[in-house]
């Protein structure tokens, strides 16, 4: 670089080292990222950053690895709020005897945005940036997001039966289309539709929600194949998979971001790589709720995007993406019975471009490049977990632990500065979910 290539920059990060997830496995070692705005504006070596580089404000991370924000690719925030009470039941049993209940009777605007405040002070806490919600009342959850400035996709739910967000799977549609005309500028709210499963959403809607979808270029988020009972009874009704049904529906394309995917049969996963469409694995969810195994390393060998996510807090129980790499990580080897089945580096890109990709925000988020958002976690590696370093990239997957995450930046805004939250009232989250801690603790006794 020579001095007439001079770039000003708002902020100057620089870190020992830089991993900017593409090219895959990269990693540069005393590395800056420059920032200008929201936006990223160069990455180069502290050595010439120092020569080219004027920036406003300057940050030393002489321990730190810096990585893309964390992008969790499935969850359902306001669920913070039923962590832990429903445990170690499948389920069939967990979703009809404790959660739709409490949902029918405690599901409102306040108990949403209560829950989706928790959620997100925890995902920042733990280097997440962006995250896709299904829920109820999903304006509030764009309530917290924008007051949090963190940045997420609101697949607006759908389905056939009246819940206190809607009465019927047209009511719920139209909400959907209005929340995407509400936030359609909005550079942090993004949207998509979010029929719940295909054994709660029926031809008709599936089929409308099909046209829309492409009509309007928005993602469909959707839980399929998540246990072996969804596909049995599926088989069993009218002898095809739910994503045979999908398929023949229409709703198999580059827009279909499919939430679980385990229990997928041969023809299941080549419909899915000729499609495009996307998975979403959430393994703790999986495990917690013995749902079934997605296979991850023979679904991305056959070239499907594969993201991940926590899913909600009542069956996970936390929204670690730390955690949940690691996991995904150790589970893709036992159950393809191979220990390369599932590398460091690949449970970074899940966790980053790949959910990037399966949201459709791949060319703003997801690395960390020139011209993205600056959507950026840092971890400090100096603790004796970490020790030695051999490779930062395996360190942060097998041996870091989420409070090593030190400062997070969401489209250049600062959210968390050593450990601390910049903006949010803690104390005020912490109190509005023992409130409604008390209330649901008063309806299960
Ligand atoms: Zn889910």
């Known amino acids: 670089m020579s001095e007439a290539t001079s770039i000003q920059a708002d902020l100057l990060v620089s870190a020992k080292w830089v991993i900017p997830v593409q090219p895959q496995g990269a990693v540069l070692e005393d590395h800056c990222v420059a920032v200008k705005g929201n936006k990223i504006v160069a990455i180069c070596s502290q050595i010439d950053a120092e020569k080219t580089i004027n920036a406003t404000e300057t940050l030393y991370l002489p321990s730190h690895a810096l990585i893309p924000g964390l992008i969790n690719a499935h969850g359902h925030s306001a669920m913070a709020l039923m962590r832990g009470i429903a445990d170690d039941v499948p389920l069939t049993e967990w979703l009809e005897e404790s959660i739709w209940p409490l949902e029918t009777k405690f599901v409102s605007e306040s108990f949403v945005l209560a829950g989706a405040n928790l959620a997100v002070a925890e995902m920042i806490r733990s280097g997440t940036t962006c995250f896709a919600d299904m829920y109820f009342y999903p304006d509030q959850v764009a309530k917290a997001a924008l007051a949090a400035n963190i940045r997420v996709q609101l697949a607006s739910p759908v389905l056939d039966f009246p819940t206190a967000w809607a009465q019927d799977a047209d009511e719920y549609i139209s909400k959907a289309t209005k929340l995407h005309d509400d936030y359609r500028h909005s550079e942090l709210i993004h949207t998509a539709f979010g029929p719940h499963a295909p054994y709660t959403v029926s031809d008709a809607p599936l089929k409308k929600l099909s046209t829309l979808a492409e009509e309007m270029d928005l993602p469909i988020h959707m839980h399929v194949h998540e246990t072996a009972k969804e596909v049995s009874d599926a088989l069993a009704a009218d002898g095809r998979t739910p994503i045979e049904r999908l398929k023949q529906l229409g709703l198999l394309s580059p827009r279909l971001v499919c939430v679980h995917a385990t229990e997928l049969c041969n023809e299941d996963i080549a419909s899915l790589a000729e499609a495009g469409s996307h998975i979403v694995h959430c393994p703790e969810s999986n495990l917690k709720l013995a749902s079934g195994f997605c296979e991850v390393a023979k679904l991305s060998k056959a070239g499907i995007n594969v993201a991940l996510g926590t899913d909600g807090c009542a069956s996970n129980n936390d929204l670690d993406m730390i955690s949940e790499m690691r996991t995904a990580a150790l589970l893709a080897k ?30 703003m988020i997801g690395t960390l490049e020139v011209g993205k958002y600056a959507d950026m976690t840092a971890i400090d590696l100096d603790a004796l977990n970490s020790t030695p370093n051999y490779n930062p990239i395996s360190q942060i997957v097998y041996a870091t632990q989420s409070s090593q995450v030190s400062h997070v930046w969401c489209s250049g805004q600062q959210l968390l500065k050593d450990g601390e939250f910049t903006g949010l009232d803690i104390q005020a989250i912490k109190s509005a979910s023992a409130e409604w801690q008390a209330k649901l603790s008063a309806a299960t006794d």
Not at 338 to 358: K, Y
């Open 334 to 363: 036992g159950v393809a019975e191979d220990a390369s089945a599932l590398p460091a580096h690949q449970a970074l890109e899940m966790a980053t471009i790949n959910g990037a990709r399966a949201l459709g925000l791949d060319a």
